[in-house]
């Protein structure tokens, strides 16, 4: 019984573990736009509005899978669900970290926003079925406080990184890490 016990902590973590990544992904794209801003108006010559725009456009379809997410997650599961997420969110970056226009951009970030937007309820999903009630808190306390720092990551650190490589290098490599998050939440 022990050897399942153990086999049980391991996969719950690894879990959990996956389902954190997603949402460090999602607080990275929500915050990014912002470290590129200069890039994005150099490269589009796009006006203070139209950055502001292409930022909040991850919004949208953000809030309007809030719901949807909720059912999915509970008729899905999460793993499904994450992995779904992932795709369109590692799709959704490509088409951002390539957009030859700001229709592009738009695009991208839509995907991103629809993609990112499974993520919370999705581990909360995960950490009341795989944890125990009196673990629950100090769960979402964690997946907050990771989830936070995927917004410090795309605001001093990530302006400090497109010094040594472009903006659509960084948004490149972050779509193949979703990607690849994708494939490590299926197997």
Known sequence: MTDVSARYRRLRRLAYALGAAAFILAFFHRVAPGAIAADLRATFDASATMRGFIAAFYFYPYAAMQLPSG?????????????????????????????????????????????????????????????????????????????????????????????????????MVTGVLSLALALCTWL
């Open 71 to 171: 059912v999915l997650a509970d008729s899905a599961g999460p793993r499904r669900l994450f992995t779904a997420g992932s795709v369109v969110a590692g799709i959704g970056s490509l088409a951002f970290a390539f957009a030859p226009s700001v229709g592009w951009l738009l695009a991208g970030r839509a995907l991103v926003g629809l993609g990112v937007a499974v993520a919370f309820v999705s581990v909360l999903k995960l950490i009341a079925s795989w944890y125990g009630e009196r673990e629950f808190g100090t769960w979402v306390g964690v997946l907050m406080l990771l989830g936070n720092l995927g917004g410090v990551l795309a605001a001093y650190p990530l302006a400090w990184v497109t010094q040594y490589v472009s903006w659509r290098e960084v948004f």
